[in-house]
C-alpha cells in the first residue's frame, strides 16, 4: 500500500460547481496536511494548510481532516475556470529533526468548463 | 521581488552527457529541496539540505549529485549515470527556524529536462 493514494483523474466539471478531492494514507504519524496547486508547467504553490483532524476554510476553499479515517478532502465551492489545474495533496509528520519531510499524493487534475 | 529561480526553464540533454540545473532563492531559507515530477507519479525527493555544505539523499537519489556552498544556492547535477532523465525538475525552499515543526516549501518554476 503506498503511503498516499490520490485519485489521478481527470476531473472534469462546469462552472460554479462545487468540486471535492480526496486522499487517503496510511501512515498515523502525518499530522499536517497541505494541499498544492499547480498550473499546467509552473511550479505547485501551497492553497491550503491543517494540523491535526478539522475543517480550515478560505474563500471558496475548504479543507477537511479526519485523522480516525486517514481521509483528508479539499472542497472548492463555485468553482472558476481559474481554478483548472492540478491539486497535490501533501502530509507530514512534522518529526522534529526530519520535518523537511513532506510525502505527496500522485495529483488529480481538475478541469472547470465555463 | 524575493522567490526562488531555477534556470534553464527547458534544457535538453545528449546521452552520456551530465547537466547542472541551477536553483536560487533569496528567502534567506535554510532548508533547500530537488524533486522530480514524472507524469502520473507525483513529486518524488531526489535530495535536500538544511544547511550549507551538509545535504542528504531523499528516495531516489542515484544519478544525481548535489551541492550546497552558499546559502541562497543548490545546484542538482543530473549525470550520465541516471538512465531515465528526462522529467520536471523543481526546486524548493523551507525555512527550518529553531522550534518549528512544520515548513512550508516554496517551489521555483521548474527546469523541463529532456534526453535527446
Known amino acids: 500500500q503506498k503511503e498516499v493514494e490520490q485519485d489521478p483523474g481527470p476531473l472534469s466539471v462546469p462552472e460554479g460547481a462545487i468540486v471535492s478531492l480526496n486522499c487517503t494514507y496510511s501512515?498515523?504519524?502525518?499530522?499536517?496536511f497541505m494541499w498544492y496547486r499547480q498550473y499546467s508547467r509552473k511550479g505547485p504553490e501551497l492553497l491550503m494548510y491543517?494540523?491535526?483532524?478539522g475543517n480550515k476554510e478560505d474563500g471558496r476553499f475548504t479543507a477537511q481532516v479526519d485523522k480516525s479515517s486517514k481521509y483528508i478532502s479539499l472542497f472548492i465551492r463555485d468553482s472558476q475556470p481559474s481554478d483548472s489545474a492540478t491539486y497535490l495533496c501533501a502530509m507530514s509528520a512534522g518529526l522534529r529533526g526530519s520535518n523537511y519531510k513532506l510525502t505527496f499524493g500522485k495529483g488529480t487534475l481538475l478541469t472547470v468548463n465555463p | 521581488d524575493g522567490g526562488i529561480t531555477q534556470s534553464p526553464k527547458y534544457l535538453f540533454r545528449k546521452e552520456g552527457q551530465n547537466v547542472t540545473l541551477s536553483c536560487e532563492q533569496n528567502l534567506n531559507h535554510d532548508a533547500m529541496y530537488w524533486y522530480r515530477q514524472d507524469p502520473g507519479q507525483g513529486l518524488r525527493l531526489i535530495y535536500y539540505s538544511q544547511i550549507v555544505n551538509d545535504f542528504q539523499k531523499g528516495d531516489i537519489a542515484e544519478g544525481y549529485s548535489v551541492s550546497r556552498e552558499k546559502k541562497e544556492s543548490f545546484p542538482l547535477t543530473v549525470t550520465s549515470a541516471q538512465k531515465n532523465p528526462t522529467a520536471f525538475y523543481l526546486c524548493?525552499?523551507?525555512?527550518?527556524?529553531?522550534?518549528?515543526?512544520?515548513?512550508?516549501?516554496?517551489f521555483g518554476p521548474g527546469t523541463r529536462l529532456t534526453v535527446l
Open positions: 524548493a525552499s523551507s525555512n527550518i527556524a529553531s522550534g518549528m515543526i512544520y515548513n512550508e516549501q516554496f
Open positions: 491543517t494540523y491535526s483532524s
Open positions: 501512515n498515523s504519524a502525518f499530522q499536517y
